[in-house]
């Protein structure tokens, strides 16, 4: 798996100078971030992390991963149409989990009401590593879905140019050319237009519900001006806005200062401390509507960690995607083991299991957003805590994938140009809009690649732990 650049890996004259281009030239591509001392004005922004050198990705593996999209596309639109699966696979989640139960409950009463919106559209990062086998092949493996706020896809459109720049100045314009195109945030903002010209009305808009503290920003600027580019409004706004100025009419059309809103697309949401009781009031008035949600409550509980972990038992894709042995065959490739900690004897045993070998496994809490896993001694710790009580319920048990390590230099703002051996992750984005019963649009939208020191076991680019990457297919 080995970059063609290894000769000039340690050419440290060279490399520093490569890197004060690169940083120059992310900042004119727009790999942007507002910075941590001023989250919401950008008057002072900075250069969004990323590494030096693009990171070598299996091709095969690569193909792989853009072939199952569809397929996950089709299964997550098949979770959240499935009433009793989700409340099957949820329900001991729920008696101990909180957030995920509070959910639960906006999908239930929005199901008992009857759903006012007949348009679907979901937005969904399918992110893998390179599992390293005994025999040294690397194989894809999941390690999650995220169907709400999956971000990144504006960003990353921007890393290949600034990649074949830095490729060029050290010698390797043949590598440059090979670098591959890439623009998810053009194939969100596809999947958005469709939803909103399928809601039927040309003055409403589209809302993308924010954060408090939005340093992300420009990666969503790219999805809102691809839709501008479409003559399609945009407004922006927090759940306390819709708290304060959003309303429905009679036939639950949603309104916000007086504008009427075709598509909710949410980068917020996804963690407990994005709601107060205020906000939750404002969930449930936005999910009761007629407006297409992206995601809808139910494809947002489609994707926990609960749900990922009942998929992999044998027989439940069978259930849930009838009549598709390939898609079924080509989506349980790429899982790795996921076990139940559920209460009872299965649940003993895997947590013995855990216990006994640490560092195989990672324990998941049904938790988004990076750094909430646990790993080796402390999850050997918290399993022996908890032991068989109902609060290991919250909990799923995931096998620990082993990626082959590559150096690279990871660039952060304010900090020194430094070495490390790093492992990536790839993320496939899906996109589909179904309309009643008939799928209209199923694509995968683009990818990105994310690459961080070895040293931490977790967190994403957000959380500042992994940085953007480009990858370079051998
Ligand atoms: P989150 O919803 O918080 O993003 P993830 O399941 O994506 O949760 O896990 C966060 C990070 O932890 C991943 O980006 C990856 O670096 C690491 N991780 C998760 N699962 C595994 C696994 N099975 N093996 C190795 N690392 C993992
Ligand atoms: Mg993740």
Redesign the pocket.
């Given at each position: 798996m080995a970059a063609p650049w290894e000769d000039v890996l340690r050419n440290e004259p060279a490399i520093q100078e490569a890197a004060s281009v690169a940083v120059d030239a992310a900042l004119l591509e727009g790999v942007l971030m507002r910075t941590e001392g001023e989250p919401n004005a950008s008057d002072v922004v900075n250069y969004a992390p990323f590494t030096l050198l693009p990171s070598a990705v299996p091709s095969v593996l690569f193909e792989q991963a853009y072939a199952v999209q569809q397929d996950f596309n089709l299964l997550v639109d098949a979770i959240s149409q499935n009433k009793e699966f989700l409340e099957d696979t949820l329900a001991s989640t729920i008696k101990v989990d909180d957030f995920t139960a509070r959910l639960f409950r906006i999908h239930m009463q929005v199901l008992e009401e009857g759903l006012a919106q007949s348009v679907f559209l979901g937005i969904n990062r399918s992110?893998y590593?390179f599992d390293c086998g005994v025999d040294g092949t690397p194989a894809l493996?999941q390690?999650?879905i995220?169907t709400i706020a999956a971000s990144f896809g504006g960003l990353t459109s921007r890393t290949a140019a600034v990649h074949g720049q830095v490729l060029k100045m050290l010698g390797k314009s043949k590598e440059a050319s090979r670098l591959l195109p890439n623009n998810p945030s053009k194939g969100l903002a596809l999947g958005i237009a469709k939803a909103w010209e399928l809601y039927g009305s040309q003055s409403a808009v589209v809302m993308f519900v924010v954060e408090e503290v939005q340093r992300n920003i420009f990666d969503q600027r790219c999805v809102e001006n691809e839709l501008w580019n479409r003559n399609i409004r945009v407004i922006r706004k927090r759940f306390r806005d819709v708290f304060e100025k959003g309303s429905l009419d009679d036939a639950k059309r949603l309104y916000m200062d007086g504008q009427e809103v075709a598509v909710v697309y949410y980068r917020e949401g996804y963690v407990p401390k994005n709601y107060d009781q205020q906000n939750w009031e404002a969930r449930l008035l936005l999910e009761r509507s007629r407006a297409v949600k992206c995601p809808d409550i139910a494809t947002q509980l489609a994707g926990t960690?609960k749900v990922q972990q009942e998929l992999s038992r044998p027989g439940t894709l069978e259930r849930l995607l009838p009549g598709r042995a390939e898609a079924v065959t080509r989506i349980r490739a790429t899982f790795?083991g996921l076990y139940s900690l559920d209460v009872g004897e299965e649940g003993d045993k895997i947590a013995a299991m855990a216990i006994a070998d640490p560092d195989q496994f990672?324990l998941?809490p049904q938790?988004?957003?990076?750094?909430?896993?646990l790993y080796g001694e402390e999850l050997r710790q918290v399993l022996e805590k908890i032991r068989d009580s109902p609060e290991r319920t919250s909990y799923i048990l995931?096998?620990?994938?082993?990626p082959q390590p590559a150096i690279n230099y990871l660039l952060r703002a304010h900090s020194p140009l430094q070495v490390s051996e790093c492992i990536s992750?790839l993320g496939i984005f899906g996109v589909y809009v179904r309309q009643g019963k008939e799928m209209v649009m199923n694509k995968a939208a683009g990818h990105l690649l994310?690459t961080?020191a070895i040293e931490h076991?977790?967190?994403?680019v957000a959380a500042g732990v992994?940085v953007l990457d480009t990858p370079y297919l051998v």
């Open positions: 992110d590593m493996k390690i999650e995220n960690k790795a990672v998941k938790r988004e957003g990076g750094g909430n896993n995931m096998d620990k994938i082993k992750e994310r961080k076991a977790d967190g994403g992994a």
